[in-house]
């Protein structure tokens, strides 16, 4: 995952945190969740094929979530993504941690 204009990385674990949260919108295959993100970030955010499908195959071998082969809307077969329960749970731990972590940026960020 990118970030631009100044291509910078995400923290790690972030990637997964967003991927998750997009799939508790709905089902989805993985151009679908990358444009989710994408648009909900106003472009600011922009994953990579390279780096989103080696992730979601991680997820899915940790039990995050499971995967399905069904036809898109213009009748192509692609890989559908959805969350698990311990995905969910999961989750939860990632984003108190990530709120955790942009608490204490922000406490530095502070003026002296």
Do not use: C, N
């Not at 648009?39 to 955010?45: A, E, G, N, P, Y």
């Not at 692609?78 to 984003?95: H, M, W």
């Amino acid at each position: 995952m990118s970030v631009l204009p100044s291509r910078a990385e995400l923290l790690p674990g972030t990637l997964a945190m967003l991927v998750l949260k997009t799939l508790t919108v709905d089902t989805m295959h993985g151009y679908a969740i990358a444009q989710h993100i994408q648009r909900l970030s106003d472009d600011v955010l922009r994953v990579q094929e390279g780096t989103l499908y080696p992730a979601l195959q991680m997820m899915e071998v940790k039990g995050w979530v499971r995967s399905e082969w069904k036809l898109t809307p213009t009748k192509r077969r692609a890989r559908y993504y959805s969350i698990t329960a311990a995905g969910r749970k999961q989750l939860a731990q990632e984003a108190k941690e990530f709120e955790r972590v942009i608490a204490a940026v922000g406490r530095v960020m502070q003026p002296a």
